[in-house]
């Protein structure tokens, strides 16, 4: 069965303590992991695509790699304005042809100044 | 990327009741999307809604428990029907853009409380 695992469901840090989320996953027939970040009240917003091992993407202060196995979103010096649920994804093909995505349960990161 | 307007944003529902929810997209999409984020949880993939074919379920969810109408290629509607408070929860539409159209979009979402 596909399935996402994020760590940890929590993260507090000071502002400017740098850190990393892990997600990590088993899909049969990977088309991408996605990392998204979503604020309260609104529905998730795209940061990421990766596709292949050893593929590494940078944003700002965010950085996200992959392994066969897991992901792991890296934050340097985290700002209070970074604080939100970041949620990883995978895309896998469906039973009945198309995609599906299949999201972990987040991380909720707390930044305080 | 796509503008996605969802109605209502939330509404309060009496037990046994349906609601449908809206999806309004700025601009032609071929797949769209609906999932269900339940409190503290992350989203549940409810069905896959491509505009000339009937949508997709997956397991566990239903079509005469979430109807869903496609009627072109700017706009979807999820039906919620006979509500029970279990039902309570955020619904979120979103669609696919860019290469394979494999990233999502999403709408603000639908929050629903059912008493």
């Known amino acids: 069965e596909d399935q996402v695992t994020q760590s940890p469901e929590a993260l507090r840090l000071q502002e400017g303590e740098s850190s990393s989320l892990n997600c990590s996953y088993t899909?049969?027939?990977?088309?991408?992991l996605f990392w998204y970040r979503q604020d309260p009240g609104k529905g998730p917003e795209f940061l990421f695509t990766?596709?292949?091992a050893g593929e590494e993407k940078e944003k700002e202060r965010l950085k996200a790699t992959l392994t066969k196995k897991e992901s792991f979103l890296h934050i340097t010096a985290p700002k209070p304005e970074d604080s939100a649920t970041y949620l990883c994804a995978v895309q896998a093909y469906g039973n009945t042809g198309g995609f599906k995505t299949i999201f972990g349960a987040g991380t909720r990161l707390f930044v305080k100044a | 990327s796509a503008v996605i307007s969802q109605k209502p944003s939330r509404d309060i529902c009496q037990r046994g009741t349906s609601l449908t929810i809206q999806c309004q997209v700025d601009s032609q999409v071929t797949m769209m999307f609906w999932y269900r984020q339940q409190p503290g949880q992350s989203l549940t993939l409810i069905a896959t809604a491509n505009q000339g074919s009937e949508a997709t379920y997956e397991s566990g969810f239903v079509i005469d428990k979430f109807p869903i109408s496609r009627p072109n290629l700017t706009f979807s509607t999820l039906t919620v029907s006979n509500m029970s408070p279990e039902d309570s929860s955020i619904y979120l539409c979103?669609?696919?853009?860019?290469?394979?159209?494999?990233?999502?979009?999403f709408g603000a979402g639908s929050r629903l409380t059912v008493l």
């Open positions: 979103s669609v696919g853009q860019g290469a394979g159209a494999n990233v999502l979009t």
């Open positions: 899909v049969s027939g990977l088309r991408g």
């Open positions: 990766l596709y292949s």
